[in-house]
């Protein structure tokens, strides 16, 4: 398989030498070891669902569960045999023989069962020698595939067991009748480097397909299970976005993603699927997804930088290493206070207005410093924010054809004031002024230019909306004035809401007073 990106000299060299397997299989555990994830617990009916969209997405084997661990569990577990799915269904067992029947009346497909093999587990946890925790093993594999049952064996805590040992362990799980041998990196210690040789020292004693279990506690989750899959390993476990023990398991999108974009390798995942199925873990879990996470983050496939935007609007992969339609993402220009010129003609582009021809260069370079100067107070720039500023900057009536103009204001307002505001309006050359006191500072504005402009035009209407969240949110003001037997609605947009009141205030005074003229 062609890899995606388009790979180059320097990563063809150096992988030059590597043993990967022509076919990758998933083992996904988000249903076991994702669940394990502090505060998560999944009910059997999101644990179906869940089920349903790693079988749609393709994965080869769902661990499901660990049925044991409760009544619920088994419910959930018996629930997702019965669906009949196309992944092997997989339960996971301590090799005790009640952790095994019970997986076993749920009807799964694979027995995970795993028992530690490193000194500490031995000595702290098991309390076992060394020929214990291999007969424990073996008893617990040869049950299991008495009852005609697939095993996948694991020996807990691997990375930290003496490796002559762990191999010899290994031995006796195939001997015994293990399918699958598992290699746990119970707490995320491996290095790339270490594991490429840690599997390859299996794979010279064991002729099974070989599996990796890599967890995130240094970061390495998916550096080592892709070394692991550089040195023959056949499966690698995961969990969608990471989920898991800790600091969790490796990755499924970025698993994945690596193999088929940077090595060309096959597995069976419906790529494009892989943000809907993020999204739909993230929610069930309740675990939210970092915006910068790799391959399914919201900023995965997202730009701001002026230079970054430019590049990508002339050919995307200046700034992006694969399509975002290749994981169902979109790519999305961000507007805020490092944006370009480039991103913005293209957004404005995207909401039908062209430079040029619906904005004047004038009003455009306005437009920049509007969305710069909402980005310079720490705000992301919404869409709905960039049409409220283009309304409010090509609307305006142009200064040259204006009768009235603000030259003033200024506002006072507090718990021991009475909310006063004064005005100075230019209008037709003359300069005049007035104050008025109000409930708010936008009614005490609204009114001063109300003293100055005369009771022949009237504020019928006014309306006020927040666009976006926060203190410092963008706000759209829309007023109603009626004047000379004609009524026109305007509105204006900015983060001061006298000031957005003031403009669109004026703006229809504006209107109705041209409208007189003509
Ligand atoms: C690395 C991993 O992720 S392993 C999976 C971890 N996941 C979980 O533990 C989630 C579900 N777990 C549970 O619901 C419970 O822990 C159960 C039902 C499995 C066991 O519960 P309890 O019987 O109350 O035991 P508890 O959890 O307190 O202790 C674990 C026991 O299992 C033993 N044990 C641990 N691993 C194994 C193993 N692989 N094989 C045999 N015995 C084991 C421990 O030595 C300890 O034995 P002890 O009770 O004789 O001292
Ligand atoms: C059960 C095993 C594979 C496990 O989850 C671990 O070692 O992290």
Do not use: W
């Amino acid at each position: 398989m062609e890899p995606y990106c388009k790979i180059n000299d320097i990563i063809k060299e150096a992988i030059k030498d590597i043993t990967p397997p022509e076919s990758i299989k998933i083992f996904d555990t988000t249903l076991r070891d994702g669940e394990q994830t502090p505060g998560v617990s999944l009910t059997p009916d999101e644990k179906v669902e869940i089920a349903i969209a790693l079988n749609n997405i393709g994965v080869d084997v769902i661990e499901a569960g660990f049925p044991v661990s409760s009544l619920g569990e088994q419910e959930a577990v018996k629930k997702i045999t019965s669906l009949d799915l196309d992944a092997e269904i997989c339960g996971l067992a301590r090799a005790v023989k009640k952790d095994i029947d019970v997986a076993i009346d749920c009807g799964v497909d694979r027995i995970h069962t795993f028992i530690a093999t490193s000194p500490l587990h031995r000595k702290y946890k098991l309390k076992m020698d060394k020929e214990e925790v291999i007969n424990k093993a073996v008893e617990a594999i040869e049950y299991i595939k008495s009852h005609g049952i697939k095993v996948e064996f694991s020996a807990e805590d691997a990375t930290r067991t003496e490796i002559d040992y762990l191999i010899e362990v290994y031995k006796n799980a195939v001997d015994a009748g293990a399918d699958v041998i598992n290699v746990p990196d119970t707490v995320g210690v491996m290095i790339p480097k270490a594991m490429e040789y840690l599997i390859r020292e299996i794979k010279k004693e064991i002729d099974v397909p070989i599996s990796v279990h890599c967890h995130n506690d240094f970061g390495l989750a998916v550096a080592n299970s892709i070394a692991a899959v550089e040195a023959g390993a056949e499966q690698i476990h995961c969990t969608v976005n990471g989920i898991g023990e800790r600091a969790g398991n490796a990755s499924l999108e970025e698993v994945v993603m690596i193999l088929k974009s940077i090595y060309g390798l096959n597995t069976k995942i419906k790529t494009e699927k892989l943000t809907d199925l993020s999204r739909l873990v993230s929610r069930l879990t309740g675990i939210k997804t970092q915006p910068n996470k790799a391959v399914v983050g919201e900023n995965a496939f997202a730009h701001e930088s002026g230079i970054h935007a430019h590049g990508v609007l002339e050919h995307a992969l200046t700034y992006e290493p694969i399509p975002p339609e290749l994981v169902g993402q979109k790519r999305k220009i961000i507007l805020g206070k490092h944006t370009g010129a480039h991103a913005i003609k293209a957004k404005l582009k995207e909401l039908g207005i062209e430079v040029g021809k619906n904005v004047t260069e004038e009003q455009f370079k306005e437009i920049i410093n509007r969305i710069k100067s909402l980005g310079d107070k720490g705000k992301r720039v919404t869409d709905a924010d960039v049409e409220a500023i283009v309304e409010d900057v090509t609307k305006r009536t142009l200064k040259s054809e204006r009768v009235v103009d603000l030259e003033q204001i200024a506002v006072m307002t507090g718990n021991r004031v009475i909310p006063t505001a004064s005005v100075a309006l230019r209008i037709n050359e003359e300069v005049k002024k007035a104050s008025a006191i109000g409930v708010g500072p936008v009614d005490a504005a609204v009114k001063a230019i109300q003293s100055v402009i005369g009771e022949k035009i009237k504020l019928k209407e006014y309306h006020i909306n927040a666009i976006t969240g926060g203190t410092d949110a963008l706000a759209e003001v829309i007023v109603t004035l009626e004047g000379y037997g004609k009524e026109v609605t305007t509105k204006a947009a900015r983060e001061d809401i006298v000031r957005a009141s003031v403009e669109a205030v004026i703006e229809g005074i504006n209107k109705i007073l041209r409208s007189q003229v003509k």
